[in-house]
């Protein structure tokens, strides 16, 4: 079992910079890929970005490369996303979410989920 909380969130202008931490509990921490979510209203969750269990790989949806990036410490049980260049199409509820395959970018592949944190870019 894994629990994840998220935290970060807030009211950004266009133009700056977020970043959301997702802290794990459980020593398994480590055995798990990672992955961010987003949801705004009215529409589906989406693929953000996944990073392997060690960190070296990861991936991006189009919409975000070059502009967020995911990274973790094994030792703190902890994933982030640095998010830059926001945009207001960027406004949604982000989830972080844990799952035993890295590269998957189908929320039902994911295994354990935050409750989310909001990200609301204004123009």
């Known amino acids: 079992q894994v629990q994840l909380v998220e935290s970060g969130g807030g009211l950004v202008q266009a133009g700056g910079s977020l970043r959301l931490s997702c802290a794990a509990s459980g020593r398994t921490f480590s055995s798990y890929a990672m992955g961010w979510f987003r949801q705004a209203p009215g529409k589906e969750r989406e693929f953000v970005v996944t990073?392997?269990?060690?960190?070296?790989?990861?991936g991006y949806a189009d919409s975000v490369k070059g502009r967020f990036t995911i990274s973790r410490d094994n030792a703190k049980n902890t994933v982030y996303l640095q998010m830059s260049s926001l945009k207001p199409e960027d406004t949604a509820v982000y989830y972080c979410?844990?799952?035993?395959?890295?590269?998957?970018?189908?929320?039902?592949?994911?295994?354990?989920w935050g409750q989310g944190t909001q990200v609301t870019v204004s123009s």
């Open positions: 990073i392997s269990r060690g960190g070296s790989s990861t």
């Open positions: 979410a844990a799952g035993r395959t890295f590269g998957l970018k189908y929320a039902g592949t994911y295994n354990y």
